[in-house]
C-alpha cells in the first residue's frame, strides 16, 4: 500500500490498530467458509469518526473497504476477494443503553451477540433473535446478514428487530435511518435497505433495535424418529396446525451421530432424525401446547418424545444444537454450509430432494438446521483439495439452489448471498431485478469499493 496512504491511516487509529505484517493479515484472509483471500490491510478503529476518515481515505485513493465483526459468516461475506482495507468492528463493542420503558437498545456494531443478548436479558427483556453463532457473531454482523435463528419460527428474524441504523457511507458521509420510536421516516425504508446488505452498501456504526417482553415460562422437547420424512412432515403438520411452537429445528441420522460423538450425552444414534422443539408463553397455555405437540408428533409416528424435566436437561438439549457445527466440522476437512430455504409445507419435498442429490452426486450431506422456518441446511461434508469432489459438489450445489427456487423458496434464508452464492443470485431475482439490485448499488456506492465482489456486484471472475 502507498506509504503516503498508509501514514494517514496511522495518524488516524494510531500505529497499534493496523496490521501490515503478512502473518497478521493472513488471518483476515478467510472466513467460516472455505475460500480466502488476502487484505493489503488492517484496520481496527475505535469509533465512527475514525471509520468515517478511513471511508474517506479509501474513497480518495479507490481502495476497497471490507467490513469484518466476528468472521462467522458463511457465505464469503467478510472475505477481501479484491483486497484492500479490512475494517474489523470489535473494538465497537459497548451496548450503550437498554431502555426498559421504552423496550429498545442501543449497541455497537462490534458487540458479540451474546453479550448483548446477556445486557438484555440482565434488564429483564428479551431480544429473540438467536443465530446458532451467537457465541462469537457480532451485532453488527447480524444486521449485515439479517440473522435468523431457532426463535425465528415464532418470533421473526433480525429484520423484524432493526429500528435504526447509523451507516457511514463508502465516501465517509455519515447517515441515520430509522428511530427509536417504531423505526419509521418520512420515505423510503432506509434502515430495511441496510439489515442483509452484506457490507455492501455502507459500515454500520450504530444500532438500535427494538426489545419484547420475556416468555414467562417454557418448555423444551426432543421427538425421535425412525424416519427422516416423518419428521418432515410433522413440521408441516404442526405449523398448520394452530400451534407455532418457539423452535422447531431438525437433526438428521449423520448429524446426530456426529453430535453424539463430540458431546456423548446420550442421543439416540440410530434414529433417523430428531425434532428439538420449544414452546413458550404462560403456563397454562405452555401445559397445552406440550400436549399438542405430544398428539402431533405421535400421529406423525413419533417414536418417542421426551420432555425436559429440568432446565438442566432442555440446556443439554439446546448444547447438542449448538454444537452441530463443530461435531459436523471434525467429519470431514471441508463442510459447506448451505441454507437454501423453502416455505414449510414443502420441506418434505426439500428433504427428498436433498436425498436425492447427496446420492447423484455421491457425497455425504448432513441436514439439520430451523426446519419450523422451512431452514434447512443441507451441509456436505467434503475435501477442498479433492479437485474431482468438488467439481460434484459445485454441481449439487447448483441443483440445490434449483429445487429450493422451484419449490417457491430463496438461495438463502440467513447466511446471505456474499461471494459464494453471488452467480447464482441472477436465477432469485431474474434479469430486471438484478440489474435493479445493481443500479441501487451503483447508486449508494459508485466506485463499487464497498466490499466489492460480492451479491449485486458480482462479476464472472473467480477471485478466489
Ligand atoms: C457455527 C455457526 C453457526 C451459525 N448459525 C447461524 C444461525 O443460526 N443463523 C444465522 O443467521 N447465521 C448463522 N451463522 C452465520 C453467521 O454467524 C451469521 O451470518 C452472523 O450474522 C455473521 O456475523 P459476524 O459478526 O461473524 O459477521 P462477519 O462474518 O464478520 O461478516 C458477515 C458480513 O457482514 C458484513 N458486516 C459485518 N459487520 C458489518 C458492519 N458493522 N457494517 C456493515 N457490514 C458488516 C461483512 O462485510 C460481511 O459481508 C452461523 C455461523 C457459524 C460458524
Redesign the pocket.
Known amino acids: 500500500m502507498n506509504q503516503a496512504v498508509l501514514s494517514k491511516l496511522k495518524a488516524i487509529v494510531g500505529e497499534n490498530h493496523i496490521l501490515t505484517e503478512f502473518e497478521d493479515r493472513y488471518c483476515y484472509s478467510f ?2 467458509t472455505f475460500i480466502n483471500s488476502m487484505p493489503d490491510l488492517v484496520i481496527q478503529p475505535g469509533s465512527r469518526d475514525e471509520i468515517a476518515a478511513i471511508c474517506r481515505i479509501a474513497y480518495a485513493n479507490d481502495i476497497p473497504v ?10 464469503g ?2 472475505v477481501p476477494v479484491k483486497g484492500g482495507i479490512v475494517i474489523e ?1 470489535t473494538r ?1 463493542n459497548k451496548v450503550l443503553e437498554v431502555n426498559t420503558s421504552n423496550f429498545y437498545a442501543i449497541v455497537e ?2 458487540t458479540i ?1 451474546q453479550d448483548y443478548l446477556a445486557a438484555v436479558d440482565k434488564a429483564g427483556l428479551f431480544y429473540p ?6 457465541k ?15 426463535h425465528g419460527v415464532k418470533y421473526g ?2 429484520r423484524d428487530y432493526v429500528l435504526g441504523l447509523e ?1 457511514v457511507l463508502p465516501d465517509g458521509s455519515i447517515v441515520q435511518t430509522g428511530n427509536l420510536i417504531d423505526g419509521d421516516m418520512s420515505g423510503p425504508d432506509w434502515t430495511m435497505l ?1 439489515c442483509g ?9 450504530k444500532i438500535m433495535l427494538k426489545l419484547t417482553h420475556k416468555p414467562q415460562a417454557k418448555q423444551t422437547m426432543m421427538a425421535t424418529f425412525s424416519a427422516i420424512e416423518d419428521a418432515a412432515t410433522t413440521v408441516s403438520t404442526m405449523m398448520a396446525s394452530g400451534v407455532i411452537p418457539t423452535t422447531l429445528e431438525i437433526m438428521d441420522n449423520m448429524t446426530i451421530r456426529a453430535v453424539e460423538n463430540f458431546l456423548n450425552i446420550g442421543l439416540p444414534i440410530e434414529a433417523g432424525a430428531i425434532l428439538l422443539i420449544e414452546v413458550d408463553g404462560d403456563p397454562q397455555a405452555v401445559e397445552k401446547h406440550v400436549q399438542h405437540v405430544l398428539k402431533v408428533c405421535n400421529d406423525c409416528n413419533a417414536s418417542s418424545v421426551k420432555v425436559a424435566k429440568t432446565a438442566q436437561e432442555a440446556d443439554g438439549l439446546w448444547k447438542a444444537r ?1 454444537s ?3 461435531a459436523c466440522g471434525k467429519l470431514n476437512p471441508t463442510k459447506i ?1 448451505e ?1 437454501a430455504t423453502v416455505p414449510r409445507s414443502r420441506i418434505p419435498e426439500m428433504v427428498s430432494a436433498v436425498q436425492a442429490i447427496a446420492k447423484k452426486y455421491n457425497l455425504k450431506m448432513v441436514i439439520f438446521g ?1 426446519a419450523g422456518d422451512g431452514n434447512l441446511h443441507p451441509n456436505i461434508l467434503s475435501n477442498k483439495h479433492d479437485k474431482e469432489e468438488m467439481a460434484r459438489v459445485e454441481k449439487a450445489v447448483e441443483e440445490l439452489f434449483q429445487v429450493a427456487l422451484k419449490l417457491g423458496g430463496t438461495l438463502s ?4 448471498i ?1 461471494y459464494l452464492k453471488a452467480p447464482f443470485l441472477v436465477w432469485e431475482t431474474g434479469e430486471e431485478g438484478f440489474k435493479f439490485g445493481k443500479d441501487v448499488k451503483q447508486a449508494v456506492d459508485p466506485k463499487s469499493l464497498m ?1 466489492p465482489g ?1 451479491m449485486f456486484d458480482y462479476h464472472d471472475d473467480k477471485a478466489v
Open positions: 472466513d467460516s471490507v467490513t469484518r465483526g466476528a468472521a462467522t459468516g458463511l457465505s461475506g467478510a468492528t465497537l456494531p462490534g451477540t433473535p438467536d443465530p446458532a453463532s451467537s462469537m457473531s457480532t451485532i453488527g454482523g447480524n444486521i449485515a446478514e439479517c440473522a435468523g435463528g431457532p428474524i433480525t451507516v441496510y446488505s452484506e457490507g455492501t452498501l455502507g459500515v454500520i456504526t449448538r452441530v457445527s463443530p454450509s441454507d430451523h434464508g440467513e447466511h446471505g456474499g466490499n460480492k
